[in-house]
């Protein structure tokens, strides 16, 4: 039982600490290759930060640890949204740039709703997953060539390039070294997780996918907390929200996508009765609370904080005894 929670609190923190070591790396080697800061942002910044999990999902997929898959992707988008925005909305309330939320939103709207379209039935196969994986690339190259015309957009992902790029006056050794070593970290340290967290759940008596809704989705959003709180800080919270956002539309088609195309695996009952749905609630809730005054409020953060612990509390009491 402790040796369990060694591997996933070693896990967890070698999974964020290398997570960070392979952005910076990856980023400044694609600025010695001489590709475009906005390129490095949409795809570089975006896959780094989301890497763990990427990882975790995968791993698990390999493992036959479904739940674990199904968990870390929906309690990642819940946590974004009920967790991270809210936490970065009591700092500082969240604004959001009208033309740009509406936009954006309706993509992580469709992609939610083809998800739950794809997990409906067993679960989401491997054809559905190269879609999903198909989907992402065009919205990438779809961001880009948007982005590429609005300087107020892609002067954000500059910016938060030029935060993460603190290694390219190092030499070529220095890069390709924390690239490799954040690499392998992030490997070993979702494998570690893996273990634990499928231990825990066997230990407790309770399903894979509650400690994926739970402790793994938490830890695996930690970078995209880290951002947000730094960016709120700052009173940059509109890259916040755009964090937030593209993390969950990434979720949902890069790692729900990737980790069908190794190992497909059925939707646990729960997911399917439950948890995608509240998924879904939040989601559509950002769109009322940012058009009501075009920000998120500190009262609205508190708001969601609160159904978060609500949230949470009712997946350790069971869903099942709730409801039954």
């Known amino acids: ?24 790396g990856a980023v400044a080697m694609a600025d010695r290759l001489g590709i475009s800061p906005l390129v490095i942002g949409l795809t570089v910044v975006a896959f780094g930060t989301s890497a763990p999990e990427l990882v975790v999902a995968v791993q698990a997929a390999m493992t036959g640890a479904g739940g674990l898959v199904y968990g870390n992707v929906i309690g990642s988008n819940i946590a974004n949204i009920m967790l991270i925005l809210a936490f970065a909305a009591l700092i500082q309330p969240v604004h959001a740039e009208m033309r740009a939320f509406a936009r954006e939103s309706v993509v992580l709207i469709g992609a939610s709703l083809a998800m739950l379209f794809f997990m409906w039935g067993w679960g989401v196969v491997r054809w559905e997953g190269g879609v999903m994986l198909a989907a992402l690339a065009a919205y990438l190259l779809w961001s880009y060539f948007r982005e590429r015309k609005t300087s107020a957009e892609s002067q954000a992902a500059l910016e938060e390039v030029e935060e993460l790029s603190t ?14 070593i954040g690499l392998a970290g992030v490997i070993g340290g979702a494998r570690l997780l893996v273990i634990g967290a499928t231990s825990i759940a066997r230990d407790w008596g309770v399903p894979e996918e509650v400690i994926g809704l739970t402790m793994v989705a938490i830890g695996t959003s930690l970078p995209e907390l880290a951002t947000a709180v730094a960016a709120a800080l700052k009173k940059h919270n509109d890259v916040a929200l755009g964090n937030v956002v593209g993390s969950n539309v990434f979720n949902i088609l890069g790692v729900m996508g990737a980790a069908a195309l ?46 978060y612990t609500a949230y949470i509390a009712v997946l350790f ?8």
């Not at 290694?167 to 490799?180: C, E, F, Y």
């Not at 998924?279 to 609205?300: D, H, I, K, Y």
């Not at 009491?317 to 039954?324: A, E, S």
């Open 317 to 324: 009491i069971g869903v099942d005894k709730l409801f039954t």
């Open 262 to 307: 190794v190992k497909p695996s059925a939707t646990p009952v729960q997911v399917m009765q439950f948890d995608v749905w509240v998924m879904l609630a939040v989601t559509l809730l950002l769109v009322p609370f940012f058009l009501s005054g075009r920000q998120l409020s500190r009262a609205e953060g508190g708001f969601l904080l609160a159904g």
């Open 167 to 180: 290694l390219q006056h190092k030499s070529w050794a220095t890069i390709i070294g924390a690239t490799l």
């Open 1 to 24: 039982m402790l040796m369990d929670w060694v591997f996933f609190i070693a896990g967890l923190v070698l999974l964020v600490a290398a997570a960070e070591a392979l952005v910076r």
